[in-house]
């Protein structure tokens, strides 16, 4: 293969292989990097032997996310309570393209944050396979074990994904009917509004600054927080974040949060929150 013949097939291949690193760590920035680097390793590889790109390369840059993200894990003097991925907001009037590419097949926020509570390896197992139908046998040079092994891998992190990141409704329209509800009821201070719309059991967690974040779980503990940020509803906009009806709590001069919500049956049965001002500051969500 040519030097050119590459470049195109990599071309090719570039808004698949974001979408396996968004997937893997959490973020646009990050996962542009981890392509960007896997290029370079690729330009620099013999192909000869190469039967199927696609699958070649998506191994690449799953390598590539899966050493940024052991990186990452190390960093990291103490495990966090709740970190929330970086998000993608698609506000109305600003549809990105790119972004709808990356969201493809959905990747919801609550999705993300539960993966950040796998090891990198059962991470990377579970993204492959069950996100892109990667064999285990494939996967399993990447993370060093056997195809066997790398089954139990992918098999854990599915089951925290199973029990802590249900599937939204499919319903767009019914969600953010649910979220606006929502939004109503805490602009209101309505206590009861708020219980009536989130499910018994609904979790929030919210990422507000560098080793602080929150971990609620329960109608009335949700509701009761929600009134505690009452001064700041009126700033509050809808969005799709992650392809999810959410909100945007931003004023001219500066963002305060971003809320992705997951909705089901009716019902929002969890809360994800970055509300960490250096991080909003990357996400360019001012109004003015």
């Not at 069950?130 to 046998?137: K, L």
């Not at 939204?168 to 329209?173: A, E, I, N, T, V």
């Not at 509701?223 to 999810?244: D, H, K, S, T």
């Amino acid at each position: 293969m040519t030097e050119q013949e590459l470049t195109a097939e990599f071309e090719a291949n570039r808004s698949h292989l974001r979408a396996v690193a968004y997937r893997m760590l959490g973020s646009v920035s990050d996962a542009d990097d981890a392509v960007q680097e896997a290029w370079l390793r690729v330009s620099r590889a013999d192909t000869g032997g190469v039967e199927n790109m696609r699958a070649w390369l998506t191994t690449v840059v799953a390598r590539v996310s899966l050493n940024m993200l052991r990186s990452r894990k190390s960093k990291r003097e103490e495990p966090l309570v709740v970190h929330v991925p970086e998000p993608i907001v698609e506000e109305h009037g600003r549809s990105d393209p790119e972004h709808e590419a990356l969201l493809a097949d959905s990747v919801g926020l609550a999705l993300l944050v539960v993966l950040e509570t796998l090891s990198p390896a059962e991470r990377l197992a579970y993204v492959l396979h069950d996100m892109f139908e990667v064999p285990f046998e494939d996967i399993a040079p990447i993370v060093e074990r056997s195809p066997g092994a790398t089954r139990q891998l992918a098999s854990r992190g599915r089951r925290r994904v199973e029990a802590e990141a249900p599937p939204p409704d499919p319903d767009l329209s019914r969600q953010r009917e649910v979220v606006g509800a929502f939004m109503a009821a805490s602009r209101e201070g309505d206590f009861e509004g708020l219980v009536a719309v989130l499910h018994p059991d609904v979790v929030l967690r919210a990422d507000l600054a560098p080793g602080v974040s929150q971990h609620v779980r329960g109608a009335a503990a949700v509701a009761g927080q929600a009134l505690m940020f009452q001064r700041y509803a009126r700033f509050a906009r809808p969005a799709l974040v992650n392809g999810a009806a959410g909100i945007v709590t931003a004023s001219d001069e500066q963002a305060y949060s971003v809320l992705g919500f997951t909705v089901a049956d009716g019902k929002v049965v969890a809360i994800d929150i970055l509300a960490d001002p250096a991080r909003l500051e990357r996400l360019d969500l001012a109004t003015g």
